[in-house]
């Protein structure tokens, strides 16, 4: 599986992608959406998606997320950035082509910009899929 380099890895935890994300990548790629309920992001380095979305969420008392990705100092980064958001923000170290989860369990999965790290991608889908709570 390809992995970020050092560079990709600090650029995804600095402030401009804080900015970026906020600002651009997030409106783009939900189009208006506003995730709740259980949600999973996969691939979801340092938490910068998962942390805006858990701030400009209308039902904060029942959305929460599950953050995955497969570079444990990622996941230690978004451990760090939602550990304000208490029990609403879960962790875990994850490949997206064999998620650790319940077929079922989530009520929404996104994912943002990561989908090219991914050499096997129709399974990283067909995983998603899996856990998606049809």
Known sequence: MPSMSQVEALFCRSAPWETATSRWVLPWALQGVQPNGALLEIGGGGGAMAAHILAASPEPQTTTITVTDFDPRMV??????????????????????????????FDMVVSFIMLHHVVDWEQALAEAVRVLYL
């Open 76 to 105: 230690t980064a978004a451990q760090d950035r939602l550990r304000a958001f208490g029990d609403r923000a879960h962790t875990r170290v994850a490949y997206a082509t064999a998620l650790p989860f319940a077929d079922g369990q």
